[in-house]
């Protein structure tokens, strides 16, 4: 958290100032759920797994890209790496779908309650399926983003996937190699 400190290796409960709305929604949910996580700011941005990765030290496959995915007419959040593609195919299939395609803008926000590029994974009122790519939970840790363009979350991807609710999954594309 921003301007905080960590107790016990969890992040603490008070807050220096008030978070954005959206972000205050993830830290509460955080909260309420006693996480081990850590919200933190970055004032030039999060919004894609690239520059995530840059702000905060990581690799991109340690960024979890939140995507929303409309499955016949239903909307389900799809956790991948940044380094990687989801496979809508492999997405149908685990929800027993006959189709899935990533959301519209407006159907981001109308599932999740946040604007592209600031989704967090949780809390998503109109979201009651998620799906997490199995490669994630190698990691010893994850990002995630936190409700704006400048908020991320860290955490453990076994703390991700019990706090989404996520089944696991191979939800990535195969990898494509250019031969040039």
């Not at 993830?26 to 004032?43: G, H």
């Not at 690239?50 to 905060?56: G, H, L, P, Q, R």
């Not at 959301?103 to 946040?114: H, I, K, L, P, Y």
């Not at 010893?140 to 696991?168: C, I, M, N, Y």
Request: charged residues 25%.
């Amino acid at each position: 958290m921003h301007g905080s400190r960590e107790v016990n290796g969890r992040a603490a409960a008070t807050v220096s100032h008030v978070w954005p709305e959206p972000v205050q929604r993830v830290a509460t949910f955080l909260r309420d759920a006693q996480a081990e996580a850590r919200l933190e700011e970055f004032p030039r941005g999060t919004a894609t797994a690239e520059a995530a990765a840059k702000a905060v030290g990581a690799e991109v496959a340690q960024i979890v890209k939140s995507l929303v995915f409309i499955c016949d007419r239903v909307p389900v959040l799809v956790l991948v790496p940044g380094d990687r593609r989801a496979d809508p195919q492999k997405i149908a299939r685990a929800v027993g779908a006959g189709t899935a395609r990533v959301a519209a803008r407006d159907e981001v926000v109308a599932a999740t309650g946040f604007a592209p590029g600031a989704v967090a994974p949780f809390p998503l009122p109109g979201v009651t399926q998620a799906l997490i790519d199995r490669t994630l939970l190698a990691n010893d840790f994850v990002w995630v983003g936190a409700g704006s363009e400048r908020h991320v979350a860290r955490l453990r991807p076994a703390e991700l996937a019990r706090l989404t609710q996520a089944r696991q999954m191979d939800a990535v594309a195969a990898r494509t190699y250019d031969s040039g």
